[in-house]
Structures are given as C-alpha cells and as structure tokens.
C-alpha cells in the first residue's frame, strides 16, 4: 500500500492516469476497478501508443491543473495551521503525510467525474447528433447491409465475408473498434454513396447495444457468430447475453438470420427458418467434407448445388470451417462467382495476432493469438495444438478476462484441457492463472509449467526457450487495465 | 539462488568468438530462475571486467563503449579462499562468491585446459571438460595418439616441432612426402581453422609449413580424405549417460572449412546455423549416422570428457571408412543451432551442463586427494640448527 500511495506521488501521475483512461477506452468502472489493482503506478508499461485528441488535451490539462492545485492547498493549508492558527505539530504533520497520500485518490476520482460530466454535457449529444446523421444516410444507401455479431469470432468473420465478396463487388467494411453506434457512424460517414455491400461489425457489452446498432444500420443480412462467457462481467449472466444478441432477430427476417450451430447457446435460441452453420454445412443447402487443417492451413470439400469445391485457406484450425464456409454460401447467395470467391479465400491473409503463424530463429513456429480472448476460442485453439504433429506444443497465456462467476470454472476447464493437449504451458502473471494450473494439476498433467511476470518479459527469452519443430501459441494478451 | 560467473574473452586469436558464445550463454541463463549470471569479461589486454553492460552483445559492437568500459570500470580478481570469490578492486571492494563457474573461452589460455586449471584450483564446479580431456582435444596430434588406443582411426599423418624444423627440414620434408597428397598443414594446438592451408602440389609445401609455424611451435601434416563428406557431432552428459545430437554437414566454399565458413559467410556455420550453412541432419545414411553418433561417445570416454564435446569427423563416402578429424571440447556458441534441432532449447542445454558439472564436482569429492605420511621425518635438506651441525 505504501508502494502504492508513494508512486502515485510523482510527477508524471497525472499523465499516467489519463493514459489508463484512454487505455480503459473511458470505461470509467474499469478505469477505478484498475486503480484499486494497481499496486505500483510508476511499474506501468505503455503498451499503446497514447492518443493526444481534443479530449485527452482537456483532460490532462485539467489533471495537471488539479494535481498542482491539489499540492499548492495542502502545503498553503499546512503553512496557515502552523503559522497562523498555531496547531500543534501532531495535528498539523498527519495533516500533511495525509494529504499527500491523498493525491492519487483525488486525481483519480476527479477525473472520473470530469470524464464523466464531459461524456453528458459534450460527447452524448454530438454523439446522437452524429448516429441519426448516419442513420439517415445508411437508410438512403442502396447496398446489401450484413452484420457481424456474436462473443467470438466476429472480426476474423467480417474479414472472411470481406475478401469472399470484394473481388465480385464494390464491398467496405468497418475497421478495428468501430463496432459501437459513434464508430460505426464515423465508418458511415465516410462512404461514397455507391458501394454495393457494407459490413458491419457490432460490438455488444451491455444490453440493448445491439439494437441500438440495428435501429442505425437496419441490415439485411445478420451473422450470429456463436454465444459463450466472453465480456459475461458486463452481462452479469448468460441469459442476459442471449437476449442482448438475439434482439438483432427483430431487424432481420428469419432466413437471412445465419447462426453458428456449433455454438449451443446460438443454436438453442436461434428462430425457426434461420439459416444454421456448422463445421458439417449449411441447414441442408450445403455439406462440408473431409476438413483438415494443419500449420500450412485448412481445407475441405463442399458440396453446393451437387457441385464439388475445394476450399482452400490460410486460417488455422477446423473451427474456421464453418465461417469459412459460411461466407462462402452468403457470396454466392449475392450473386458471386464461387471460384472467384474460392481464389480470393485462398489468398487471403491471417488476419494479425488471430492465429497468425510466423517462423522463429530457432525453427519453431510462433503462432499469435494474442487477440481472442474468449473461452470457445481457446478451446479451438487448444484442440488445434494438440491434433499438429510437431514434436512439441506449448500454450501461453495469461488467461481470460470478463468472465465473472464462471472464472474460475472456465480457466480450470482449460488446464484440463491444456493437460491432454500439451507438452509445456507457460502462465502468464494475472489472477486467473492459479485456476488453469489447478486444472493441469488435477488432470496430472505431466508436462512442464513455466511463469513469467509479463508477456514481453516471456518474449524476451522465447528464442532461449524453443527448439525447431515446435509450435508455440500466444493465447490472449491482457489489456493493461486488466492487469 | 547458485551464482554462475560466466568466463569469456581472453587473449587468443579466438577472443570475438568467445565472446559470441558467452554472450550466447548468458543469453540462455538469464530465461532460467535458477541462477544469478555474472559475466567475467577477460580484455585482450589481459584486464578482468565484470559489469551488466557486459551481457549485451551491443556493448562489443561499439568500439568506443567497450573502450570506455576498459578505460573506467574497476577490475576484478578472484580470490581462492573457501571456493572462488569474484573481488571489485576499489576502496570499498564488492565480493561475489561463485557456486558455478561456465568457461567460455575459446582458444589457448582458456580451452587448453589452462582456465581448468586454475578452476580446479579454487575447487568449485565447472561446465564442461576437465584440465586433462580439454588439453588432450587442444593438441591435434595428442588427440589422435589418444584416441586411436580406443580403436578411432585417423588419416596418416606426421607431425614436428619449430626446434625440429630448424635442425632437421630436410628430414622433416622427407617424411611429408611419405604422404599422399593433398595435404592439410596445420598449426597442432589452434582452433577455428586458423593457419590452415591445404596444400595439393609438393611445390606450395613449404609455403604452408611457414605460415603454420608463425602460429604454433607444433605442426602436424595430414592426408586429405577422398571423396570427402564432412561431418559434425556432439555429446552432452557424464559418462556413462550420453546423448547425442543430430550429426550436421557444414557447407563449406574454399578448400575447407574455413574461419570465414566457421563465422563470417551468411552469419557462420557455427554462429548461425542456419540451412545456408549447413545441413541438419547431414546427408548420409542411418548406418553411417549411427557410426558416427557411436564415435562420438566413444571420443568423448576415450579423452576423460565431461559436459559437452563436438567431434568433425572425415568420411570417405566410397570406401565409408570414417576418420576423426578433430575434437573441440568448447564448441563455438555451444552449436545450439544443432542442439535446437536435436529437440534441446539453449537454456535447457545449458542448464543441464550446470547440472552435470554439480555432479561432477559432487562425484570428485569420493576420491582422496590428500593424506597424512612419515616421509617428512626422514627428508634431509634445508639449512641446519647449530645444535644439528
């Protein structure tokens, strides 16, 4: 605690709490669910770059302003008391030490309530400006409008759909975050009118966020992803989560509804005459056969309309089948060419720390999924190690975040799952990590477990710690305002 | 936690390759907890430095840094008392006592068996082999003397002194050209293919033996292999468990396997390792890869190794006769390259060479190095008492 309070004392706190606000994406609840973990202020790592907008130009002036008003009336009030009212000094010197002390906790709460009355009086009405703004035009867009939502897999989907429609058709889709209603309004904003499909990628954390999204975008086309525990300490519940993603079902008519049946809780809530999508086809109008993957790729057969296909693909895992060919049967229902969309699949590259492989000094095969973060994910990702034939497989990871309640259940399924699957496992420091090694021990796992304090930490040493033919996979990163 | 001091540098014709390899393996050390690396740096002018500059590569990469490290960092010394203790010189001096000691020095002075010496001597463990294997490896024609009582067969060879060249050349040169040519003249007690000329036509002979003798008072000159397949081994453990690593065939663009092959041409067999510069696993048969992973081990008993050794051996691919060409008991970078590809990462070779030198320093301790006996009560000699005279 002394730790604490005494690296919060520096100079430089205030640029470091505006940074975690920014990093917070300024989710104010976050924001002091990290300041309440963080344990030393000046051991922070900037990871990201941080952004000098308008906002974060306020904001540290303002923090700057207050930490230095702040000292100036603790010091003048110390000086007044002693002076002046002639306190003894064993009120005056508490007085003091605790004002100082203080100074973290004061900064930190005002910009809370800044951040936060800035969002009410400025952001929120120019962000409604903007959205009906976006709204109006999208309403005018003559182009087939597809969105992409789910708790996984919504981004490496979006940019399947992306590459099996842009070689037939004018097609854009949304970038990075822009999956809130202000992203996707900016993303609107900046067509030209004559695009023939938009994709858009919506991102839910709480509910009514995807009917929000729908009320601004109106699709006609909407992909379910799959359903699981991911952001479920927003939710607070899983019904909570099913109910948020499936109000999309009164934008869309049930046929164009597609769903990943592989996911069960997208399959048990899905309407009838919805368009179901597993790694075995596509609700009888499509049947995929003989899937295989490996560090090259994935491929299969599919047959559509009694014509056989290959699918060939970068992507890593059988689980990308599905999307696979999933985007695949949409393209055609839009009137593309399937070898067309089959050539421009076959090119497509990994999207970046998605499964991305890449090659090592020593040999060994790196493969980044720092990005997914989410239980199914990590059990795709899991069972893909352990079908390879490499000689030896390690899985690192830091665990997952926003799990609430299913914490512990969740990261312990997957040391047991690790443990079957793995020959090393190194653990990545974070609160969730003792559940996966409980797992592992309890399954007697019988290979090696590694730590290190931080990721960047594991990686300076990675190279020391492989050999050729060995596959080393990157499991999820923790934002630093989880750590 | 064991405190391992790290030794590289020194002054041999192999210095920057010391480096290399000892920056490479407190590279490996510094990704286990288990230990506290300490880099004992040894200047070509003989100075001893130990900073943590010292562990990056970087600081030997500019020159005016490692000059500013020499010119301004206090020295260091060891002390022999209670095992080993690293000394800073200065008025207040720091003391660091060493549990495990990693030789890394290349060449004479280090690899010869000197430093092991001086090790055994403060009775601490070390990595690798002992004073005996290691001098026995530096001398070329020792090594084959050795070795052929275990049966290891070598390419016939003669071998004379700088005394004897001086006195008897005429002689000399008639027993080189008992040999078949090509020849190879090397200098008996240098490594990394220093001073090695290969030599097709009697003419060029001694051109060869001159330039070998401006490096070592000991020249040997050997028979070249025909139908030459080149190749490399290495062992690791303490006799009797032994494994070996995946047999590689160098790449080679001159004559030979030269120093610049060994350390400069795309990054160095030995230093890279990569598929341009040699080939993991060599392209010869299972039988042939078994023979010479079997030499190997029997090398390494036959010269009393301990740790690691890498043997190059000659084959004849015709006649599939192999020959030992050469045994280095400090290979360069630890050929973690091959290890890697063998299926042992760095730090886990390299922690199993502070394991097997713990052992070892464990299993010297049965033997008795000292005892009490009568043979001062009857010794004559110093200077007399008055009262004795």
């Known amino acids: 605690m002394l730790i604490k309070f005494l690296s919060g004392l520096y100079p430089n706190i205030p640029f470091k709490l505006v940074y975690m606000l920014q990093a917070s994406e300024y989710n104010r609840i976050s924001f002091l669910e990290w300041f309440k973990r963080c344990k030393n202020f000046q051991s922070l790592n900037q990871r990201k770059q941080f952004k000098y907008t308008l906002k974060t130009k306020i904001l540290l002036a303002t923090t700057y302003f207050l930490y230095i008003f702040w000292l100036l009336l603790i010091f003048f009030n110390t000086w007044n008391f002693y002076q002046i009212q002639k306190y003894p000094l064993a009120l005056i010197i508490p007085y003091l030490v605790a004002g100082i002390f203080l100074t973290p906790i004061f900064l930190t709460y005002s910009l809370v309530i800044i951040s936060w009355l800035g969002y009410q009086l400025i952001q929120k009405p120019q962000e409604k400006k903007i959205t009906q703004q976006a709204k109006l035009k999208l309403s005018h867009h003559p182009a087939t409008k597809i969105a992409i939502l789910g708790s996984y897999g919504k981004t490496t989907f979006k940019e399947i759909l992306q590459t099996s429609l842009a070689g037939s058709k004018k097609t854009r889709s949304t970038h990075g975050n822009q999956n809130t209603p202000l992203g996707i309004s900016h993303f609107v904003n900046s067509l030209t009118g004559d695009e023939e499909v938009l994709i858009f990628e919506f991102g839910e954390y709480y509910p009514g966020d995807i009917k929000q999204l729908a009320e601004i975008v109106r699709p006609n086309i909407a992909v379910i992803t799959g359903i699981n525990e991911a952001h479920l300490a927003k939710f607070k519940n899983l019904e909570a989560t099913v109910n948020t993603i499936f109000e999309i079902q009164s934008f869309v008519d049930p046929e164009n509804l597609y769903i990943n049946g592989d996911s069960p809780l997208a399959k048990q809530h899905s309407p009838q005459n919805s368009t179901l999508y597993t790694q075995q086809g596509i609700s009888n109008k499509l049947v995929i056969q003989n899937p295989t993957s490996n560090l090259e790729g994935t491929n299969a057969q599919i047959i559509f309309n009694n014509n056989s296909f290959t699918l060939k693909s970068k992507l890593l895992g059988i689980h990308q089948i599905a999307p696979l060919s999933c985007a695949f049967f949409i393209a055609l229902k839009l009137n593309c060419q399937p070898h067309k969309v089959l050539d421009d699949l076959l090119v497509m590259s990994v999207p970046k720390h998605r499964m991305e492989p890449k090659k090592l000094n020593s040999g060994a095969t790196l493969i980044d999924d720092s990005y997914n973060g989410n239980p199914t994910g990590a059990q795709a990702a899991i069972e893909f190690l352990g079908n390879l034939t490499e000689t030896k497989k390690t899985y690192v990871t830091p665990g997952l975040v926003e799990l609430g309640k299913q914490t512990q259940t969740i990261h312990e399924e997957i040391g047991k799952k690790l443990a079957k699957n793995v020959d090393r496992v190194v653990l990545i420091e974070s609160p969730a990590i003792q559940y996966i090694e409980k797992g592992l021990n309890d399954s007697h796992f019988t290979g090696s477990i590694l730590h290190f304090p931080s990721m960047i930490e594991f990686l300076k040493h990675l190279e020391n710690l492989t050999i050729a033919n060995e596959v080393i996979l990157i499991q999820n990163d923790w934002p630093e305002s989880y750590l | ?389």
């Open chain 2, 1 to 389: 936690m064991k405190n391992v001091l790290v030794i590289f540098g020194g002054r041999s014709a192999e210095h920057d390759v010391s480096i290399i390899t000892g920056i490479s393996i407190i590279s490996a050390l510094s990704s286990l907890n288990e230990y506290s690396v300490h880099p004992l740096y040894i200047a070509k002018n003989g100075g001893w430095y130990s900073s943590e500059k010292l562990k990056q590569m970087e600081t030997y990469q500019n020159q005016s840094e490692i000059e500013s490290i020499l010119k301004n960092e206090k020295t260091w010394s060891l002390d022999f008392k209670n095992g080993l203790t690293l000394t800073q010189s200065g008025l207040f001096k720091k003391h660091l006592e060493i549990s495990v000691a990693f030789p890394a020095m290349h060449g004479t002075n280090g690899e010869d068996g000197s430093l092991m010496g001086l090790l055994r001597f403060a009775n601490i463990p070390f990595v690798g082999c002992d004073l005996e294997a290691s001098s026995i490896a530096m001398d070329k024609v020792l090594t084959k003397q050795v070795t052929a009582q275990y049966g290891l067969k070598s390419t016939p060879y003669t071998h004379f002194t700088d005394i004897d060249w001086s006195q008897n050349q005429q002689t000399i040169l008639e027993q080189i050209n008992k040999l078949k040519y090509p020849l190879f003249v090397k200098p008996v007690h240098l490594g990394s293919s220093i001073g090695i000329t290969k030599v097709i036509e009697p003419n060029k002979l001694t051109q060869a033996l001159e330039v070998a003798l401006h490096f070592d008072n000991k020249i040997i000159v050997e028979e070249a292999v025909p139908n030459l397949i080149e190749v490399t081994c290495l062992v690791l453990g303490n006799p009797p468990a032994l494994t070996t690593s995946l047999v590689e065939a160098p790449k080679w663009h001159a004559d030979f396997l030269n120093f610049e092959d060994k350390y400069i041409h795309k990054g160095g067999s030995i230093t890279k390792g990569s598929s341009e510069t040699t080939i993991i696993p060599a392209p010869i048969d299972d039988e042939l890869t078994k023979q010479v992973q079997e030499l190997t081990k029997r090398t390494f008993t036959s010269i009393g190794g301990n740790g690691l050794i890498r043997c190059d051996f000659l084959i004849n691919s015709e006649t599939r006769e192999i020959y030992l060409n050469e045994i280095n008991t400090l290979p360069g970078t630890l050929y973690i390259h091959n290890w890697k590809k063998s299926g042992i990462s760095s730090s886990e070779l390299i922690d199993r060479l502070i394991k097997l030198a713990l052992e070892q320093h464990e299993n010297n301790k049965k033997y008795t190095y000292t005892f009490n006996s009568s043979v001062l009560q009857t010794a004559q000699g110093g200077s007399k008492k008055l009262s004795q005279i």
